[in-house]
DNA sequence: AAATCACATTGACAACTATCGATATGTTCG
DNA sequence: CGAACATATCGATAGTTGTCAATGTGATTT
């Protein structure tokens, strides 16, 4: 399966600010709107829906709009990618681009 | 378990750039040194020194000096820690904040 | 000891990020 | 319709990031 690295930086810089995780952790056990989020932080009302963009635009979070009210979920399929995604990067597999090097390496000393 | 999400964000920073995330799947199958990561890439041997020190800041890659040479290799505890934290957050749970937002909710209409 | 190789650090800089207050947009209710 | 509410957007700003060339440091080789 080819993956593209440049797919996944959306949502890895999407988790990689502390608001942002929270954010996600707290939609992990189901849906809130903006304004339960907000009551948690101490941050303006501008700076998370700043934040939910981020979050949104990266496919991590879905945003339904209901009235007045924006409510959040976590998308799952997302999520689920993501992990799939990181084990793929992390872990020894056939198909990959580190083979090249390898085979380098065993007919060449290193640098 | 109790996590900070604070504890991640070095290793979620560090995965939310394209070029460490290739250089993390180029570790994946095993170690290599500096310079023959810096052969896979367009940029300057400052510049991929400045990423590697992120990285194993982050704790996701160990680095070891070899005589002249660093030798690189994943951090597998590391990695595993991370997809054991994303999968918690991630994951409807019975210790997680939400629960308290949930009573909240049910005790009282949304917002 | 001197030259060379591998890597790290520094200083500079452009681009991007997180934050806020102010304001705009869209929704609901009286 | 007009007021109040929920969220989005804008403009400003301080801080962070990725990049390079130049230079420094430490190891190896001659």
């Not at 948690?40 to 941050?43: A, K, L, N, R, T």
């Given at each position: 399966m080819k993956h593209s690295y440049a797919d996944y930086i959306p949502a890895l810089k999407a988790m990689s600010d502390e608001t942002r995780l929270r954010i996600i952790d707290m939609l992990s056990c189901g849906e809130m709107c903006a304004c339960e989020i907000l009551e948690?932080?101490?941050?303006s009302q501008s700076t998370l829906s700043y934040h939910m963009k981020i979050l949104s635009e990266s496919g991590l979070v879905n945003a339904v709009r209901d009235g007045a009210w924006m409510r959040y979920t976590l998308n799952k399929e997302k999520t689920d990618e993501l992990k799939t995604f990181f084990a793929c990067i992390t872990s020894d597999k056939?198909?990959?681009?580190?083979k090249t090097y390898k085979n380098k390496r065993s007919s060449s000393k290193c640098c």
């Open positions: 948690e932080f101490s941050i056939e198909d990959c681009a580190c």
